[in-house]
């Protein structure tokens, strides 16, 4: 019974890279969350989805990031042109589908990416 | 914009004494969750509370959600090395989204 499977665990990027970070649900999740937290911080939101679909990314800079959930294969967010003030740790979590209440969220390990 | 906000943002405390975390929301929560992240770990989602006034209880942990389902805590007693963490409270807002405290981060001293 696999978590959520996150990867990589670090990524190092230089400046200007795109950065591509990977995550694969539990079985049986139907949403994904991602989350950024900068060192000795909270757990900021920054999109929501399901399968093919994006719930809510209010949480996203209007530039350089993206998130997709594809029919088939992981959750990938991905960080365009990084700078510096990306480096951070970037959860992902995965859920049921929240009708019915069951809104608890089961985290992956997460991805520490770090800009030089 | 819509808020969860947790006091206090550190504590410090001996081994055996007694801690407390509180979790306030700006909007109405069809349910609170809470989760203990340990340095360098992941958050790691510890229990639900869905009903106004509902009182939960693991171990030694007792949380708690106010009856207007705005507030919620989180009590340890006799805290032990093993607790140390950052506590998370957290909630479906809007979208039905999972927006996070502001974090508790606890530090116990043997």
């Known amino acids: 019974n696999a978590g959520v499977m996150q990867n990589p665990r670090h990524l190092v990027r230089r400046r200007g890279q795109e950065a591509r970070l990977r995550c694969s649900p539990m079985?049986?999740?139907?949403?994904v969350y991602w989350y950024r937290q900068l060192p000795e911080e909270g757990l900021k939101f920054m999109v929501y989805?399901?399968?093919?679909?994006?719930?809510?990314e209010s949480g996203m800079p209007k530039e350089r990031f993206s998130a997709e959930f594809p029919k088939e294969g992981p959750s990938i967010l991905r960080i365009q042109q990084v700078v510096r003030g990306d480096s951070a740790a970037y959860f992902c979590?995965?859920?049921?589908?929240?009708?019915?209440?069951?809104?608890?969220?089961?985290f992956g390990q997460g991805t520490r990416l770090t800009v030089v | 914009g819509q808020q969860v906000m947790q006091i206090p943002q550190y504590q410090h405390v001996q081994e055996g004494e007694d801690f407390t975390t509180y979790c306030n929301s700006s909007t109405t929560l069809s349910n609170i969750q809470w989760y203990k992240q340990r340095p360098g770990g992941h958050p790691v989602f510890l229990i639900q509370l869905v009903k106004s006034g509902e009182v939960k209880k693991q171990k030694r942990l007792t949380f708690q959600f106010g009856e207007a389902k705005k507030n919620s805590s989180l009590h340890i007693t006799a805290t032990q090395t093993t607790d140390v963490g950052t506590y998370f409270c957290?909630?479906?807002?809007?979208?039905?989204?999972?927006?996070f405290g502001t974090g508790t981060r606890l530090q116990v001293f043997p």
């Open positions: 989805l399901q399968k093919e679909n994006i719930i809510d």
């Open positions: 979590a995965s859920g049921l589908n929240p009708t019915g209440g069951r809104t608890e969220a089961f």
């Open positions: 957290a909630g479906p807002l809007g979208t039905d989204k999972l927006i």
């Open positions: 079985k049986g999740h139907s949403h």
